[in-house]
Nanobody, 122 residues
Framework: QVQLVESGGGSVETGGSLRLSCVAS????????MGWFRQAPGQERDFVAVLSWGGGGIYYGDSAQGRFTISRDSAKNTLYLQMNNLQPEDTAIYYC???????????????WGQGTQVTVSS
């Protein structure tokens, strides 16, 4: 069974950068879409970015536009999220997810990682 493991979270000051990684392991990876979501304390899990694993569509949530970049390394079965100009409102647990098609809805994703904490201080 495929597992997703995120890493790269941490604490940064406003304006700083982080790169998150998500490694897929444990089986044949057949999910066409992989994305990033985030969840702040007391908030719903929100869409950040998604890409088509086979190439093609990349989509960003409003909060990520212009500051975050999603990418992949197919040879390493790894998904990345480069986050620049981080703001305190970006503080959240960031989750990697895999699903059957590109979507911004959490319900469309079948496999989730355990999450990695990102904290941005002012």
């Amino acid at each position: 069974q495929v597992q997703l493991v995120e890493s790269g979270g941490g604490s940064v000051e406003t304006g700083g950068s982080l790169r998150l990684s998500c490694v897929a392991s444990g089986g044949t990876f057949k999910h066409p879409a992989m994305g990033w979501f985030r969840q702040a304390p007391g908030q719903e899990r929100d869409f950040v970015a998604v890409l088509s694993w086979g190439g093609g569509g990349i989509y960003y949530g409003d909060s990520a536009q212009g500051r975050f970049t999603i990418s992949r390394d197919s040879a390493k079965n790894t998904l990345y999220l480069q986050m620049n100009n981080l703001q305190p409102e970006d503080t959240a647990i960031y989750y990697c997810a895999a699903g059957p098609h590109v979507s911004g809805y959490t319900a469309h994703y079948e496999i989730w990682g355990q999450g990695t904490q990102v904290t941005v201080s002012s």
